[in-house]
């Protein structure tokens, strides 16, 4: 991960902080083409953990993170992400394991991300 991409990580780790209370322990992000693929670690509360001991609680917590993720990015444009990379998101999937508490973004831009960023010194 270069400076560009954990600088990315931080501002991700920032966004969800600000509209879901709580971001990830850790972050790690890969620009490839129009993509910016995080891999989070950490990201359930301790309430979220205590859904997640049955098995019809994970799958809710898992629908209600995935969707819930998609539509505050909807809601809330990433204005700071898109000036960062000097470029507009146009989609966002997200998914989570709620068992090991990992979930993946993968950011969708209007441009080669990775072109621009990945060589810079």
């Not at 850790?26 to 205590?50: D, H, Q, R, Y």
Request: with cysteine; hydrophobic share 40%; net charge neutral.
């Amino acid at each position: 991960m270069n400076k560009f991409e954990a600088e990315f990580s931080n501002l991700v780790r920032a966004f969800r902080k600000r509209h879901m209370g709580k971001g990830p322990s850790k972050i790690s992000t890969t620009f490839c083409k129009n993509w910016a693929i995080c891999e989070m670690e950490g990201n359930l509360s301790p309430v979220e953990k205590f859904i997640a001991t049955s098995e019809d609680g994970r799958q809710t917590l898992r629908a209600a993170r995935t969707e819930m993720v998609k539509e505050m990015y909807r809601k809330h444009r990433p204005v700071e992400m898109e000036a960062f990379l000097g470029a507009k998101l146009v989609d966002l999937f997200v998914d989570i394991d709620i068992e090991r508490d990992f979930g993946m973004s993968i950011f969708v831009f209007d441009q080669d991300i990775e072109k621009k960023w990945k060589n810079e010194p």
